[in-house]
C-alpha cells in the first residue's frame, strides 16, 4: 500500500530501441523507461514497442499492429514501474482514471 503525498518529483529516462532487418516485414522494438529520483534510479521497466508516452499517473506504450496482428496498448503505473493492464484498444480517460484510482486509495 502506498503511503505518502501522490505526487512526487521524477525525471524519466526514455528510451526506443529498433531493429530492422532488410528482407523481413515489420521490425523489433523496445520502450525502455527509467524513473530517477535525483539521479538514483527508482525503478524501471522494457516492453516491446515503438511509442511511449506519459498520461496522467500513467505511462502508455504502444507496438503498432503489423500484417494480421492487432495494435497493443500497455499502462504502466508511474509510482512504481508496476504493469498495469495490456489491452487492444487506447484506453479512455474514464477507463483510465479507473485503472488507477486503486492505486489511490
Known amino acids: 500500500m502506498w503511503h505518502g503525498p501522490a505526487r512526487k518529483d521524477l525525471v524519466l529516462r526514455e528510451s526506443v530501441t529498433t531493429d530492422r532487418q532488410d528482407g ?39 507496438k503498432f499492429g503489423c500484417c494480421d496482428a492487432l495494435t497493443t496498448y500497455t499502462y504502466f503505473s508511474l509510482r512504481g514501474g508496476k504493469k498495469l493492464r495490456t489491452v487492444h484498444s487506447e484506453l479512455n480517460s474514464d477507463e483510465l482514471a479507473a485503472l488507477l484510482k486503486p492505486l489511490y486509495d
Open 24 to 62: 523481413i516485414e515489420g521490425d523489433q522494438s523496445t520502450v525502455k523507461v527509467e524513473a530517477l529520483d535525483g539521479t538514483f534510479p527508482k525503478w524501471s521497466f522494457e516492453e516491446p514497442g515503438e511509442r511511449g508516452q506519459v498520461i496522467n499517473q500513467a505511462y502508455e506504450v504502444t
